[in-house]
């Protein structure tokens, strides 16, 4: 019995590994993701017959839909324009290699599929309505699963990649894997994505015949965004970071684990506005790792800050936000020498409080 362990989504292979533990796809998935699931390779016949045996650790993988894996993959830097840029750069590295003179001739190869057509591709195919059903070669109409794909004229204007893939498959659904794995296996995520119709695919991690087969232990395979994965936040204060803690659970429980904050049990360790920019300000001068956000209140005092810094250039892991304008602080009742009146507190009063309101 084989003890591969595979990334699918919707029965297409992603990543396949063998022997070892292989890709680390753990960042993908939540810890409640963990579960058993019916894997098409288990022979439950065969367990049926031996019920002494572990069947439920084979079934044992990380598993949640494609449409809420998108807001992790944006995260990890698979946004639909990185998706773009490799597709591109994939294009270009095809024409190189044909104008050396290897490859498929390059009088075949005279064009590409635009990106956007690409996706346009993407969306006449809904995953689920792929034939899955496997087929040799040699078996009587074993053509058959390849002619649909076969017929669109943009299948054969895909880059073609690593000149060693297997593009055929064996069924109608692996064919169609094979001929966008030209991607790497989040791009490929993110853009079957686009098609609203695959957005309810299983995404999963079968770890579990590779567990079972005594290759490794399940502890080995942890959910979650990895620490270089992550944002720290940087706030004015204690209640900023309570609020927006609460905020990420209740809302975007689905994305929480990418965000962490500076560490504040004890007390926070710039606390105020003036303290938090001259925190940001010393760490743009220095030669800071972290994938940081400094976040200001949207009140005179904070926007000035967040002005304040907009002098220097920021190094790509670092950022710093203003809490947005909001239409509901266009007529907000506010408390002034005249008591309270109703006034455009946007950039004057908005501190994070007020978008509890």
């Not at 063998?18 to 390779?41: A, C, T, V, Y």
């Not at 809420?68 to 270009?92: C, D, F, M, N």
């Not at 395979?221 to 609020?243: K, W, Y």
């Not at 965000?259 to 004890?266: A, H």
Request: proline share 5%; hydrophobic share 40%; charged share 25%.
């Amino acid at each position: 019995m084989t003890t591969p362990i595979t990334l699918t989504v919707g029965a297409i292979t992603l990543t396949f590994n063998k022997w070892e533990i292989g890709i680390d796809h753990g960042m993908l998935f939540q810890e409640s993701d963990r579960q058993h699931r019916r894997h098409p390779n288990i022979d439950y016949n065969y367990y049926e017959d031996h019920p002494e045996e572990d069947l439920a650790q084979r079934e044992i993988c990380f598993c949640r839909s494609l449409g809420s894996i998108v807001p992790r993959l944006e995260l990890l830097g698979y946004s639909l324009a990185t998706v773009q840029a490799e597709y591109e750069k994939q294009v270009t590295q095809d024409k190189d290699r044909h104008d050396e003179g290897h490859g498929t001739p390059l009088a075949t190869q005279s064009e590409r599929l635009e990106f956007v057509k690409f996706v346009e591709f993407i969306r006449r195919y809904p995953v689920s309505d792929l034939d899955d059903e496997y087929r040799l070669d040699i078996e009587p109409g074993s053509n058959q699963w390849r002619a649909r794909l076969a017929a669109d004229p943009d299948a054969a204007l895909l880059p073609q990649g690593d000149q060693d893939r297997d593009v055929d498959g064996y069924s109608e659904r692996s064919h169609f894997g094979g001929l966008i794995g030209f991607l790497s296996p989040y791009s490929v995520l993110r853009v079957l994505a686009e098609n609203p119709a695959n957005l309810t695919l299983d995404v999963a991690w079968d770890y579990g015949n590779f567990v079972a087969a005594g290759w490794a232990i399940n502890e080995d395979f942890v959910a979650g965004a990895r620490r270089e994965q992550t944002f720290m936040l940087a706030t004015e204060g204690t209640s900023d970071t309570h609020i927006l803690k609460r905020g990420l659970s209740l809302l975007r429980p689905d994305v929480e684990d990418f965000f962490r904050f500076i560490d504040i049990k004890e007390r926070h360790p710039f606390s105020g506005t003036g303290n938090l920019a001259k925190f940001a300000e010393g760490l743009v001068k220095i030669d800071v790792q972290n994938r940081m956000v400094f976040v200001f209140d949207n009140d005179a005092e904070g926007a000035e800050a967040y002005r304040s810094l907009q002098k220097f250039t920021f190094p790509v892991n670092m950022r710093s936000m203003l809490l947005p304008d909001l239409d509901q602080f266009l007529d907000f009742p506010a408390l002034g020498p005249s008591g309270v009146v109703r006034t455009d507190i946007n950039g004057r009063a908005a501190a994070i409080e007020c978008y509890l309101v």
